[in-house]
């Protein structure tokens, strides 16, 4: 069955310091990959999506995350985290042959030290 | 409505009770999901409706789960006999499912926590 795994359950960072959060997954055709955040109190919010084209996709907030076929990866990267990006993250994926589905990783907390 | 909505916000129920929880989506969304998130852990995929087709139900977890939608509208999931294993934020999401289905952005509501003494 298809699945996603998110390497870190918890990450903590002081401001100005880089991140990557770790995304995998295990189907092998053709997947739709999205970042997910979950700010304290508030609802899940795209951070940025993966379609097609460009492996290197740009989100907001100076987010990006690169696809990797041959690794069946799509790592979250950030250069330089601010204590406002503490939230929980979530990798999700949607595979050709799942019709809409999207199955989630368990997601990571961040915590940034101010 | 401008995003997608839940009700109600908090539920305490009783073991044994059964409970139904409301999604109103964004108006036009043809995909709706809804997922369950119990404390500490990551999202649990419970059921997805797209248009007319029959829903993807593959991760309702017993036979206490149901959920129904209402043509492209309201989605209702329902548990049966409450247990205290059931107590978690239900997560309702929608969404656009046009062009290649999955390709578009799922919008979530504020969830429902659900929690059952």
């Known amino acids: 069955a298809q699945s996603v795994s998110q390497h870190n359950h918890h990450v903590i960072l002081s401001e100005a310091a880089s991140l990557e959060l770790g995304c995998n997954y295990s189907?092998?055709?053709?997947?739709?990959l999205f970042w997910y955040v979950q700010y304290p109190g508030q609802h899940l919010q795209l951070l940025l999506k993966y379609f097609s084209g460009d492996p290197l996709v740009k989100g907001i907030k100076g987010f990006e995350a690169e696809f990797i076929k041959s690794k069946f990866s799509f790592n979250l990267r950030k250069p330089s985290v601010q204590w406002s990006d503490t939230a929980e993250y979530f990798c999700?994926?949607?595979?050709?042959?799942?019709?809409?589905?999207?199955?989630f990783g368990q997601g990571t907390e961040l915590s940034v030290k101010p | 409505g401008a995003g997608v909505s839940q009700s109600p916000s908090n539920k305490v129920t009783e073991k044994g009770k059964d409970v139904e929880l409301r999604c109103d989506p964004i108006s036009g969304h043809t995909a709706l999901y809804w997922y369950r998130q119990r404390l500490g852990q990551g999202l649990e995929f419970l059921i997805y409706?797209?248009?007319?087709?029959?829903?993807?139900k593959s991760g309702l977890p017993s036979d206490r789960f149901s959920a129904e939608r209402t043509g492209e509208s309201v989605s209702t999931l329902t548990i049966q006999r409450t247990q205290q294993e059931d107590s978690a934020v239900y997560l309702c999401?929608?969404?656009?499912?046009?062009?290649?289905?999955?390709?578009?952005?799922?919008?979530f509501g504020q969830g429902t926590r659900l929690t059952v003494v």
């Open positions: 999401a929608s969404s656009a499912g046009q062009g290649r289905v999955g390709s578009t952005e799922a919008f």
């Open positions: 999700a994926v949607n595979a050709d042959n799942q019709g809409g589905k999207l199955i």
């Open positions: 409706f797209q248009g007319n087709s029959a829903p993807d």
């Open positions: 189907y092998g055709g053709t997947v739709n």
